[in-house]
């Protein structure tokens, strides 16, 4: 089945704690990309990724950093995380062409 | 940065209604997407519509583009309670970044 698939789903951190979102995708997907969503404000994109070793920042990549070693994968990593940075987290991957994004059932990250 | 906005923000109809969405964006596109959104779960793409396209149909979705306006409707006929969501247009602009979203327009259909 295709999909991607993002982990943890749901996530409780202190500020100043390291930690990584991780997100998979079974269709070999060369684009894929990190949003966060807040009320009223809809889906901003924090990073993208074009394929391999390649990313650029999207409109809010403060804060964050993201790799991409493999294909499949294209973790979110938070250094320092801020209490401003609680939101929901989709990570998503489409095809060459733009034609269709596939989404994680997202990651709901809350900083205390 | 270039945003999609949708309008209105929320839409409340009865079931069997017909819904209307509009998307209003800023640059040239190569398409635009609509996608739908149940409560905190991840997005489901509904539509494409190219830029030399005018009008498009699944179902019970029509959409249309006016790239001379930068806007963009979607109409949902004979709407449904499982058509409560929230639906989101999303642009692919031409200089190459990937997908951009408007704030989306929530629908409630009341049975």
């Known amino acids: 089945e295709a999909q991607v698939t993002q982990n943890p789903r749901y996530l409780i951190t202190v500020t100043g704690k390291k930690l990584t979102v991780t997100c998979s995708q079974n269709?070999?997907?060369?684009?894929m990309s990190w949003y966060r969503q807040d009320p009223g404000l809809g889906l901003r994109q924090i990073y993208y990724?074009?394929?391999?070793?390649?990313?650029d920042k999207g409109d809010v990549p403060e804060g964050y950093k993201v790799s991409r070693k493999e294909k499949r994968n294209f973790p979110l990593i938070l250094e320092s995380p801020s209490p401003n940075q609680t939101s929901l987290y989709f990570c998503a991957s489409s095809p060459p062409g733009n034609t269709k994004a596939f989404f994680g059932q997202g990651t709901r990250l809350t900083v205390v | 940065s270039q945003q999609g906005e949708e309008d209105p923000q929320a839409l409340s109809i009865q079931e069997g209604e017909n819904a209307t969405m509009n998307c209003s964006y800023k640059t040239s596109i190569n398409n635009l997407q609509w996608y739908r959104q149940n409560s905190g779960r991840g997005l489901v793409h509904l539509i494409l519509i190219r830029s030399n396209e005018r009008e498009k149909h699944s179902g019970r979705l029509r959409v249309t583009l006016d790239t001379s306006k930068k806007s963009s409707s979607l109409l949902i006929t004979a709407s449904r309670a499982a058509d409560t969501a929230s639906y989101f247009c999303a642009t692919d602009p031409h200089y190459g970044q990937n997908f951009v979203f408007g704030p989306g327009t929530r629908l409630s259909v009341l049975p």
């Open positions: 269709m070999n997907h060369e684009y």
């Open positions: 990724s074009m394929n391999v070793e390649v990313t």
